[in-house]
T-cell receptor, first 112, second 114 residues
Framework: DSGVTQTPKHLITATGQRVTLRCSPR?????VYWYQQSLDQGLQFLIQ???????AKGNILERFSAQQFPDLHSELNLSSLELGDSALYFC???????????FGPGTRLLVL | AQSVTQPDIHITVSEGASLELRCNYS??????LFWYVQSPGQGLQLLLK??????LVQGIKGFEAEFKRSQSSFNLRKPSVHWSDAAEYFC????????????FGAGTILRVKS
């Protein structure tokens, strides 16, 4: 158990819908990262937050957005969902912006 | 092109045999280097990491990895594999010029036969 929690574990929804994935970092960690794991793209970095501020952005679609709240938990919002958004979404956290990342168990999203 | 390469998609070894999983990267400066393991339906667990210093690093579960700058490689090894090691293994790098984002290889699926 890494100490990073993610909810929900599984999510099934329809195309065009919007979902929110939640992540709580390890106690004391200030930085949160989001990754997408799909069969065709592998593991891809989406976005990083550090102490509430966006720090780095990867190949995140415009339909996706994220934020980190004052209590340091983070949410990833996915809207206008498409079949191709079906994937495993991981959250990771680290103490500082340049430290080792520890991963949560992931949220498996299925878009039908 | 800047990338992380794990040339072996699948590897099968017998229980008790030694294991080596290969990883090569192509970035200008030596990045931070990591190996993670993912069991079916599970998240990613950190096995070991290299930032600097001794090029042979020890990790959890009896794994070790050796950084070779001249070959831009960071291969993972285990002297004696156990059936519980069957999983997917990912090499990852944090390129200095891209902050702390991790760039992952495609993964190597390890099968252990008894």
């Amino acid at each position: 158990d890494s100490g990073v929690t993610q909810t929900p574990k599984h999510l099934i929804t329809a195309t065009g819908q919007r979902v929110t994935l939640r992540c709580s970092p390890r106690s004391g960690d200030l930085s949160v990262y989001w990754y997408q794991q799909s069969l065709d793209q592998g593991l891809q970095f989406l976005i990083q937050y550090y102490n509430g501020e966006e720090r780095a952005k990867g190949n995140i679609l415009e339909r996706f957005s994220a934020q980190q709240f004052p209590d340091l938990h983070s949410e990833l919002n996915l809207s206008s969902l498409e079949l191709g958004d079906s994937a495993l979404y991981f959250c990771a956290s680290s103490v500082a912006a340049q430290e080792t990342q520890y991963f949560g168990p992931g949220t498996r999203l299925l878009v039908l | 092109a800047q990338s992380v390469t794990q040339p072996d998609i699948h590897i099968t070894v017998s229980e008790g045999a030694s294991l080596e999983l290969r990883c090569n990267y192509s970035y200008g400066a030596t990045p931070y280097l990591f190996w993670y393991v993912q069991s079916p339906g599970q998240g990613l667990q950190l096995l070991l990491k290299y930032f600097s210093g001794d090029t042979l690093v020890q990790g959890i579960k009896g794994f070790e990895a050796e950084f070779k700058r001249s070959q831009s490689s960071f291969n993972l090894r285990k002297p004696s594999v156990h059936w519980s090691d069957a999983a997917e293994y990912f090499c990852a790098v944090a390129p200095m010029e891209y902050g702390n984002k991790l760039v992952f290889g495609a993964g190597t699926i390890l099968r252990v036969k008894s």
